[in-house]
């Protein structure tokens, strides 16, 4: 398996439990994405970092985050503008690719 590196905007849902769950640092989390050409959705586990000394909460506009992602298939569904959801037990938030960073 490889290990990617994105930087994402991501916006983060109001409501239900993400509030307490979500702050500084790093954490695991599913992604959802779509590959453009087939249209099959695709869950990932992912590591993701705040790149903001701001904590990563609900109704806060967007932020930037460092998406990690370990898979075979991952550039298929990941790319400079692909779009996704974070889950975390439920949906959290959405994001959009802004650009591919090197290990």
Sequence with gaps: MKRYKYQALVTPYQGGDAQETLSSGSHRMVLRAQDPETHRTQVFRALIDSDEEAPFRPGKPEI????????????????????????????????????????
């Design 64 to 103: 930037m985050v460092t998406v990690r992602v370990i898979g075979d298939d991952v550039p298929d569904y990941f790319d400079i503008g692909s779009h996704f959801s974070l889950w975390l037990g439920s949906d959290v938030g959405q994001g959009v690719v802004t650009r591919r960073l090197h290990l």
